[in-house]
């Protein structure tokens, strides 16, 4: 490993990464406890500067994110500390700014600072961030990260691509998230379903105050892209916009070839980017997002149907739109559809995977605790972050304790994970990180080797899905289930790939003082603080 002192970071970071025409690109977050009311229904929040979705981060593919991150929380009903992912970027050897608490990094003490040094090398996308502590982030923070790609080959597809064609479905909770998990882990077992969906951080619920609904305004004639993004916790959309088809360019960061659908379902942590061609009669439109959940009837505040906004052409009057807001596509995306623009196809093509690993998953109950499980063991943090270990010089699964179930990763193998369980009523979108995959098999389905879908979330409802990438990014991945609930009742493994090339060579991670510091700071502090 290398370390850096503070008084030379930047010019390393600069020396090691970037090429000609980047940029420092500087945010301050203060993830602070506020009271806010997205869908009327006023609580105290985790909020990034006060705000729901959070400060959205805009960067061009080659910039430097540093992104200062101040511990203001005073709160004792939620997370103290915290810790952020930044969740589509691959990290490449900063495995240590990937934000996963006890996986990269121990957690930011109440207090303290620490800054994210993030260098893009190229990649650029739709992407998002969420704290990656506990169920912090159902608590309220999470925002979208733009990277534009000046050299985009769809660039010629779309006229506008900006903050306002964000647009972020979420699912908003009354209670706090603690509490919620508590219950469901120790008492009801069954997963706790949100208040209101929102969009753009606007939503309402059965029996609540008229929220105005979200606008996205355009203009007629000109082609838009929207980058939406699905933050929730729970949650999955359907997302159409009334009379209007969208043509989807990217998955998850990655470019695929244009398919034009009538609209599309977005699991948790999903991305999509999607041309809207603003060519119908100026009037309002309804933006669609009704909301999946297991088991609706558990919340009476949630109409899964009650979650729009407007799409408002310029010059239309200000106002709801008149027409009924019926869920209708017809010609709804089949995600297994996707064909990557560059590039296609799996790693080794059709050939044999250096590596298949099996990971069958299911549900049990074990001393009255809820558990999902990979391979019958349930995740849970270690007290030493997976990284640290491994630069302390953990080599092998045995290195690891049972329940931080980590699986070593020869370096560049070309790695598929066969994923199985039974579906419980459940789609389970699983999310790897430091890494875009194939998506070779879903569900159902044949397998297809030669163009599959390429992306960093994936669902599966039951039977066995095929996932398949190259393991030339050395770090410990996060893969967990994106439903937080099940995360946190132990759904995830992690993937220590190639860990003596994280300690020394080309790959080697970069591990700054501030980030050795965080350790100490954090396991110092009372249960409370933590
Ligand atoms: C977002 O993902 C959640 C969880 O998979 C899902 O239930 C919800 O319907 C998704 N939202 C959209 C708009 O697809
Ligand atoms: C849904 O919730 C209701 C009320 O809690 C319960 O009676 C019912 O069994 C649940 N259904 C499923 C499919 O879990
Ligand atoms: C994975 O599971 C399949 C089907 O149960 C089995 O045939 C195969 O041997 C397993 N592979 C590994 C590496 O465990
Ligand atoms: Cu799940």
């Keep these: 490993m290398v370390v850096f002192t503070p008084a030379f970071k930047l010019l390393s970071l600069f020396a090691f990464f970037t090429p000609a025409l980047s940029a420092d690109v500087y945010y ?9 009311a997205p869908d009327g229904f006023t609580r105290a929040a985790v909020l990034v500067n006060g705000v729901f979705p959070g400060t959205l981060i805009q960067a061009t593919r080659n910039d430097v994110l540093h992104i200062t991150v101040n511990n203001l929380l005073t709160n004792p009903n939620m997370r103290r500390s915290t810790s952020i992912h930044w969740h589509g970027l691959f990290q490449g050897r900063t495995a240590s700014e990937d934000g996963a608490a006890m996986v990269t990094q121990c957690p930011i003490a109440p207090g303290h600072s620490y800054t994210y040094d993030i260098p893009l090398n190229g990649q650029s996308g739709t992407h998002w961030y969420h ?3 506990s169920s912090q982030y159902v608590d309220g923070l999470r925002g979208a990260i733009v990277i534009y790609d000046p050299t985009d080959p769809h660039l010629a597809l779309y006229d506008d691509d900006n903050a306002n ?23 009801t077992h069954d997963e706790p379903v949100p208040d209101s969906g929102t969009i ?50 990217e998955a998850d960061g990655v470019n695929h070839q244009p398919r034009t659908v009538d609209g599309f379902h977005i699991y948790a942590g999903q991305r999509y980017s999607a041309v809207l061609h603003a060519n119908k009669a100026v009037r309002n439109y309804w933006i669609r997002a009704p909301m999946e959940v297991k088991n609706d009837s558990d919340n009476d505040n949630l109409d899964d149907e009650l979650i729009y906004g407007v799409l408002h052409y310029d010059g239309a009057p200000s106002a709801n739109p008149t027409t009924r807001a019926d869920r209708d596509p017809d010609n709804v995306l089949n995600e297994y559809q996707l064909v990557p623009l560059e590039n296609p196809g799996p790693p080794g ?4 995977a250096d590596r298949v690993i099996n990971l069958s998953y299911d549900r049990t109950t074990s001393g009255g605790v809820t558990q999902w499980r990979f391979n019958n063991k349930a995740y849970h943090s270690p007290n030493i972050p997976t990284l640290l270990k491994i630069l302390s010089g953990a080599t092998v699964d045995s290195d690891f304790t049972a329940s931080e179930h980590t699986i070593t990763i020869n370096h560049n193998d070309i790695v598929e994970l066969h994923l199985s369980g039974s579906a419980n009523g459940h789609d389970h979108p699983f999310h790897l990180h430091g890494h875009a995959f194939d998506v070779i098999k879903g569900s159902s389905g ?12 994936f669902a599966i409802r039951g039977g066995t899905g095929i996932i398949r990438f190259r393991a ?44 050795l510091d965080l350790c100490p700071i954090y396991d110092a502090l009372p249960p409370a603080l933590q």
């Design 28 to 36: 301050n977050f203060d993830i602070v406890n506020a009271n806010i």
């Design 131 to 133: 704290s990656h502590l």
């Design 165 to 187: 064609t964000v647009i972020q479905l979420g699912d908003w909770y009354h209670l706090a998230a603690p509490g919620i998990q508590d219950n469901y882990l120790t008492n």
């Design 200 to 249: 753009n951080g606007v939503g309402r619920y059965d029996g609540g105050p008229a929220v105005p609904w979200t606008r996205i305004n355009v203009v007629a004639g000109r082609k838009y892209r929207l980058r939406i993004i699905n933050i929730s916790a729970y949650g999955s959309f359907e997302f159409s916009i009334e009379n209007h088809q969208l043509t989807i360019i």
């Design 349 to 352: 093509g059709s050939g044999p």
């Design 446 to 457: 044949p397998a297809n080797y030669v163009n599959p879908p390429r992306r960093d979330v």
């Design 472 to 515: 030339d990014n050395p770090g410990p991945w996060f893969l967990h289930c994106h439903i937080d609930w099940h995360l946190e009742a132990g759904l995830a493994v992690v993937f220590a790939e190639a860990p003596a090339d994280q300690r020394t060579g080309p790959q080697a991670q970069i591990i700054k003082s501030e980030w």
